[in-house]
């Protein structure tokens, strides 16, 4: 077993996000909040990670459901120090660190973690706590030191004036001494103006056990960022997105306004590709290598390979896209649509479980759904499967070599054999054999000097 176990505070109530959802539940870069703590506590090599949760903890115990952690109730939200008591017989065979983060900082790093991890042990202090130092220290706690000593933190509310001065707050991320910190938190007083139990007294508390308290001070104040409105949560995502940028552009993606691009966490993109302002790319996408994305372009939960073109305007959606395809402007990839590569899909097309051999195409205002498409099929401008009864969804197959001309509706279910030709402006009704022509059309009429008998009679 780690002797590393972290525990995340989530029983806060979120009360300034005025918002029906539990705070940690809100997103940034595409991920709930709490899962940014998460991901350090495992990335720091916690083995057991118990999060406290109270308020709309029902949303909180259910979103982390498939994640491996254990959850904790603290029914009323008395303070940060009775928040990690209620963990406290999660931990009763427990003895190591214990890393306390909260569940609405979603900034913090495993770095700033592990130098935090490395001073603790090297200290072998009972509670180090992460700092930062702010110009604007208002509402945090502050640090009160005795040069690497701390001799206790003492909250904005409690503080006195010259205490207020201090610029070095507490982040609200410890390490504590395991078997320290469950001795002491039972016998904490709530001698505040909050009337709180308050966790950060556990650092006085170490003095008195002649036991050392020591910080960590944050390279990066951003960092300590924590989520309480929802200015603060738009000011969270701009820096994530500095940072996803960041990674991304140095791992060799030309961003042209890194400012106008919103990628999120899980999006992953290969080296050489190019993406133009107002280009936004989430859930699960992998974008290959190569590849162009023009502006105004989504892509959620798709997978594109290299060497792809993804023009103006276009919405792709659980859609896989082979190497050397050309999308849009305007095109509608809907999901379960699979192009095979070397696909054009053009101005105005939308597909949806759809899928194309290589090398078919559909340039202009078509509709593509429920279908299997061989290789090489053209479809002419103005194409329909008409897949849909009214009660029913139907399949439309065509094979390869086909080539639809434009206006053509097929009805399905229908199969059109390889290689046939479907004349314009026919609407298919049956299968069509290999090698075939299929036509449609009601033959033209013309009535000769049929003007000259009916002029125009313009009403007065
Ligand atoms: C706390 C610290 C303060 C620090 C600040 C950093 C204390 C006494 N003060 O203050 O020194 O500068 O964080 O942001 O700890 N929570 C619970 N149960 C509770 C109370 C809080 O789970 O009963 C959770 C909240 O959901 C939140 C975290 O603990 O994730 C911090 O609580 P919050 O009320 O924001 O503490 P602050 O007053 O900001
Ligand atoms: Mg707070």
């Known amino acids: 077993m780690s002797n590393l176990a972290a525990v995340i505070l989530a029983a806060g109530k979120g009360t300034r996000m005025k918002s029906e959802r539990a705070k940690v539940l809100h997103a940034i870069a595409g991920q709930a909040l709490l899962f940014y703590p998460l991901q350090v506590a495992r990335a720091a090599g916690c083995g057991q990670v118990s999060f406290v949760v ?8 259910e979103a982390l459901s498939d994640q491996q952690v254990d959850c904790v109730w603290q029914h009323e939200q008395l303070g940060t120090g009775h928040a990690l008591l209620c963990a406290a017989e999660k931990f009763s065979g427990f003895s190591g660190d214990l890393l306390l983060l909260c569940g609405d900082v979603p900034l913090l790093t495993t770095e700033s973690v592990q130098r935090l991890l490395d001073l603790h042990r090297r200290e072998e202090a009972a509670v180090t706590v992460l ?10 706690g502050r640090i ?3 040069g690497e000593n701390v001799r206790r933190i003492v909250e904005e509310k409690d503080a006195s004036p010259a ?17 320290f910190v469950f001795s002491i938190l039972p016998g904490l007083g709530k001698e505040n103006v909050q ?12 003095a008195a056990a002649g036991r050392k308290a020591r910080a960590v001070c944050l390279l990066d104040p951003n960092e300590a960022l924590g989520i309480n409105d929802r200015v603060q949560l738009a000011e969270a995502s701009r820096l994530m997105r500095q940072r996803i940028n960041q990674r991304l552009m140095l791992g060799g993606v030309t961003l042209v306004d ?10 992953e993109i290969g080296s050489d590709s190019l993406l133009h302002p107002g280009v936004t790319l989430t859930g699960k996408t992998r974008i290959g290598q190569h590849c162009v994305i023009e502006s105004g372009v989504q892509v959620d939960s ?24 050309n999308i849009g402007p305007m095109a509608h990839l809907r999901p379960g649509t699979e192009l095979l590569g070397h696909n054009k899909i053009g101005n105005f097309v939308e597909t949806k479980k759809a899928r194309l051999g290589e090398n078919s195409q559909a340039s202009h205002l078509t509709y593509i759904g429920d279908a299997e498409v061989g290789r090489n099929v053209n479809f002419g401008c103005g194409t329909i499967t008409c897949n849909y009864d009214g009660a029913n969804k139907h399949k439309t197959i065509v094979e390869d070599d086909v080539f639809v001309g434009s206006d053509t509706q097929f009805i399905a279910p229908v199969r059109i054999g390889r290689n046939s030709l479907i004349a314009a402006g026919s609407t298919i009704t049956k299968d069509v054999p290999a090698d075939s022509l299929a036509l449609s059309r009601t033959p033209q009429k013309v009535i000769e ?8 009679q313009k009403k007065k």
């Open 54 to 61: 109270g308020h709309q903890g029902d949303e909180v115990v």
């Open 131 to 140: 700092t930062a130092r702010l110009a604007n220290p208002h509402g945090y």
């Open 144 to 146: 009160v030191r005795d």
């Open 163 to 179: 205490e207020r001065a201090i610029c070095e707050i507490n982040t609200g991320t410890y390490v504590f001494d395991a078997d």
């Open 195 to 206: 009337g709180e139990y308050y966790l950060t007294d556990v650092v006085a508390a170490a």
């Open 258 to 267: 890194p400012e106008t691009t919103y990628v999120d966490q899980q999006v």
């Open 302 to 325: 798709s997978n594109i390979a290299d060497h792809v073109h993804l023009k103006s305007g276009s919405v792709l959606e659980g859609a896989l896209v082979g190497e050397n395809c």
């Open 449 to 456: 000097g049929w003007r000259i008998k009916h002029p125009l």
